[in-house]
């Protein structure tokens, strides 16, 4: 029973937490907005995408250890699963750190290679969703309103960016490394480091490790997950906005879903993410010549049902972990 107690006292209280933040009475105002069918195809769908995450992680962890990793499919779920919940939980995406945490705790795994694995799931995330933009504004330049030339830069700093990160890593990383070393080497023999300096040698290792995972292959199955994974995503957000009562037609709806996803990778956030999430639906309606405020509406609605998603699966994948401790 002992081992019920800390679990149990830390789910009741995330719980208590997200629970006095969310909107429960809305709940009711659901159906008005989204048909059973759009609320069936999205929830479908982001079961999906925790399948799609775990299986990333598995690929990015068992190439840095060789090929070989030690994990359930079950096990990588739970921590898909609790991952997901903190890291929207936690203001500004820092809760995106706790894999670190998650995988030196359950799969034994060093922290420097869960880092470089994070960051080598967000740039081809980035990378992914601005060629995915690309080809979108492309195909629909014509029906696109209010495009700009800010959107084109936007969307080619989605590109460009991951894709220098990646480069330099390759390519000049042993480079950076050994200057990172260099001003973390302790300037008297014999004493600590002190913090400032454990955190640059811990910034080289990361670099050291980014710069050792040169397969091209691995890459190509990296990105190949994230274009899935943001499609899967772009999917759930055009169900909810297809399947609503405002009509939106078969084009409009992914380019909401794309836009909400963009702008929610800003890391501009309170609590729950609210905020770019909303304004990526809002930017979407514009985009597709539809009224604003019609988008802030469903917006709610869908964040909502995010949410609630997100913290049933995220508290009992937290719950689940915590017990295997």
């Not at 080598?120 to 504004?137: E, V």
């Not at 002190?194 to 990105?223: D, H, N, Q, W």
Request: hydrophobic residues 55%.
């Amino acid at each position: 029973m002992k081992k019920y107690i800390l679990p149990i006292i830390i789910t009741l209280f995330t719980l208590f937490i997200a629970a006095k933040y969310i909107p429960l009475e809305q709940l009711s105002r659901i159906p008005k907005q989204i048909t059973l069918k759009g609320l069936l195809i999205g929830v479908i769908l982001y079961l999906i995408s925790y399948v799609i995450v775990a299986l990333r992680w598995r690929v990015l962890f068992a190439e840095g250890l060789g090929g070989k990793i030690e994990a359930s499919p079950f096990l990588l779920l739970l921590m898909s699963g609790a991952h997901q919940f903190y890291g929207n939980f936690l203001p500004a995406r820092t809760g995106d750190l706790t894999i670190l945490y998650l995988a030196k705790k359950h799969l034994k795994i060093e922290t420097a290679l869960s880092m470089s694995s994070l960051i080598i799931a967000r740039a081809l995330d980035f990378l992914a969703l601005g060629i995915l933009g690309l080809f979108f504004i492309i195909w629909q330049r014509r029906n696109i309103r209010s495009l700009n030339a800010g959107h084109w830069i936007f969307t080619f700093c989605l590109i460009g960016i991951p894709m220098l990160g990646i480069l330099l890593s390759l390519l000049w990383g042993r480079q950076i490394a050994g200057g990172l070393e260099h001003l973390g080497a302790p300037q008297i023999s014999g004493r600590a480091k002190p913090v400032p300096k454990r955190l640059v040698l811990f910034l080289a290792r990361i670099v050291t490790i980014l710069s050792e995972r040169k397969s091209g292959v691995f890459y190509m199955k990296c990105l190949g997950i994230s274009f899935l994974l943001m499609l899967v995503r772009i999917g759930l957000f055009s169900a909810f906005a297809f399947y609503s009562h405002d009509a939106i037609s078969p084009f409009a709806a992914p380019l909401i879903g794309l836009s909400t996803l963009v702008v929610s990778t800003i890391p501009l956030q309170g609590f729950m993410g609210v905020g770019p999430f909303e304004g990526g639906w809002v930017l979407g309606y514009v985009l597709a010549g539809r009224p604003a405020e019609r988008g802030l509406i469903m917006a709610m609605n869908a964040h909502l049902i995010i949410i609630i998603l997100l913290v049933v699966l995220g508290s009992l994948s937290n719950f689940i972990l915590l017990r295997r401790r």
